[in-house]
């Protein structure tokens, strides 16, 4: 099992999803959306190569190739990552309806 380190900008993508979900459905939502991030971030920690690699080579400068899974019940949500050889490093929760070229300007 490898554990995930989380990049600053992939919190910060998190809380605000997270907030948004809470303005759009109360508490109950935002937890759901909480819980259903971390049993993803789970389930890579033991199985890293479950994400496509579909999205690799768009951004550069990676140390290993970009991969993304779609969280359960909230699908538009993606984590993007990849994996080193000691851990994972999760670098986005992008909303997908926002586009690629958007996560790759940011």
């Given at each position: 099992?490898?554990?995930?380190?989380?990049?600053?900008?992939?919190?910060?993508?998190?809380?605000?999803?997270?907030?948004?979900?809470?303005?759009?459905?109360?508490?109950?939502?935002?937890?759901?959306?909480?819980?259903?991030?971390?049993?993803?971030?789970?389930?890579?920690?033991?199985?890293?190569?479950?994400?496509?690699?579909?999205?690799?080579?768009?951004?550069e400068g990676l140390a290993a190739p970009l991969r993304f899974?779609?969280?359960?019940?909230?699908?538009?949500?993606?984590?993007?990552?990849?994996?080193?050889?000691?851990?994972?490093?999760?670098?986005?929760?992008?909303?997908?309806?926002?586009?690629?070229?958007?996560?790759l300007e940011s």
């Amino acid at each position: 099992m490898k554990h995930a380190r989380w990049h600053d900008q992939a919190l910060q993508d998190a809380d605000e999803a997270a907030e948004w979900y809470a303005g759009q459905g109360g508490a109950p939502l935002e937890l759901a959306f909480i819980d259903a991030l971390q049993a993803a971030v789970n389930r890579l920690q033991v199985t890293p190569g479950a994400g496509s690699p579909r999205h690799d080579g768009l951004m550069e400068g990676l140390a290993a190739p970009l991969r993304f899974m779609p969280i359960r019940r909230f699908d538009d949500y993606l984590i993007y990552y990849i994996e080193l050889p000691t851990h994972l490093q999760v670098l986005r929760i992008w909303n997908a309806r926002r586009g690629l070229y958007a996560l790759l300007e940011s």
